[in-house]
């Protein structure tokens, strides 16, 4: 199954990078997916401002229980895991680093 275009609104979370691009943290169970884990469990993309997708969040580390939150600190983008810790993503593309991890 591939994931063309995302609509922004139906996003747990969406971040504003700049006037053509949004970072969306889309539910784990989010409809979208379609009980797909482990599409599900990259469930952060990058979308231009009609919805298309750009990238969608990729690591070296499993992370079964998806993400549940992205932010900005310190001027980088970062987002946490259900079951690991805190990433850093890679605005251009899509890589999490781990930078805290929990297990």
Known sequence: M????????NAEKFIKINDN???VLLDYFDPIFM??????????????N?????????T????????????????KLKAISWDTGLYGLDIETGLATP???LK
Do not use: P, Q
């Open 99 to 101: 930078e805290m991890l």
């Open 60 to 75: 070296e580390i499993l992370v079964s229980g998806g993400f549940v939150n992205i932010l900005i600190k310190e001027n």
């Open 21 to 23: 691009n949004f970072v």
């Open 35 to 48: 009980g797909n884990k482990e599409l599900a469990a990259n469930n952060i993309f990058l979308l231009d």
């Open 50 to 58: 009609v919805g298309y997708i750009k990238w969608k969040v990729h």
């Open 2 to 9: 591939k994931i063309n275009k995302i609509n922004r609104e």
